[in-house]
């Protein structure tokens, strides 16, 4: 079947907003030889306000199909997890380290990845959220290059002033019955590491990469409205 390319929708409306400005720029980015494949790019969901920021990997098909970020199995996952602590995907930011589906689904490629990494510094500055939940390998590997899921997860971390949660992915969990089991443990315990974020967060630790919270150079200032 003919791929048909959305570069409009779902948000072909005047950006309002410095977070739909982005969204746009999302749709419209040819940066990546991805931008060639995707039906929409999925720039991300939720309220501008969210004290929480959750970071998948990228699209699949069902999210390449509807432009929203975590729609199909992986998604439904998600919302089981949220609901065990009675959150929904409403009270919450969530977004990829890339905006458009790799064929196949294969790993995000360190180009790609460079490619969207302005977008989600864009969005982190824009949204200044509480904390940051990493879902998964690569999302972890943003904040704290080296660190294995395994290892990292279940922690509050601070990496250079953003507060960091990793946390197993979804997708991984639907794998394998043992990630599953962490999956939950992890999420279990999100209410109390958002307390301990608002309370009492650790120690800035030495960051590998620092996602600035104010943008160092022109490049990655936020856009302006016009
Ligand atoms: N859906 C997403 O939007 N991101 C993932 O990482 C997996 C599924």
Redesign the pocket.
């Known amino acids: 079947m003919l791929k048909r390319r959305v570069d409009y929708e779902p948000e072909a409306k005047v950006p309002e907003t410095r977070l739909e400005l982005i969204h746009n720029l999302i749709h419209h980015c040819d940066r990546c030889p991805l931008h060639r494949e995707r039906i929409h790019a ?1 720039p991300g969901t939720g309220p501008e306000s969210a004290e929480i920021f959750m970071l ?5 098909k069902n ?1 390449d199909e509807e432009g929203k ?2 729609v ?1 199995r ?2 439904k996952l998600l919302d089981e997890l949220l609901a065990s602590v009675e959150m929904t995907k409403q009270d919450i930011y969530i977004t ?1 380290i890339i905006k458009c589906r790799a064929p196949g689904n294969r790993d995000p490629l360190p180009e790609e990845q460079e490619a969207c990494s302005r977008f989600l510094r864009m969005q982190l500055t824009t949204l200044e959220p509480l904390l940051v939940v990493t ?2 390998q690569f999302a972890l590997s943003h904040f704290l290059p080296g660190e294995p899921i395994g290892k990292a997860r279940g922690r509050l971390r601070n990496v250079g002033g953003q507060l960091v949660y990793p946390v197993i ?1 979804p ?1 991984a969990a639907l794998r394998r019955g043992d990630f599953h089991e962490w999956a939950k443990e992890d999420f279990l315990r999100l209410p109390a590491i958002l307390e301990q974020a608002r309370s009492e967060p650790p120690a800035e630790e030495n960051p590998k990469v620092r996602t600035p919270r104010k943008p160092p150079n022109d490049e990655d200032r936020q856009p302006t409205l016009i």
Request: aromatic share 6%.
């Open positions: 999925v998948g990997e990228g699209p699949g999210e970020p975590f199909g992986a998604g990829n879902m998964g992915h997708a």
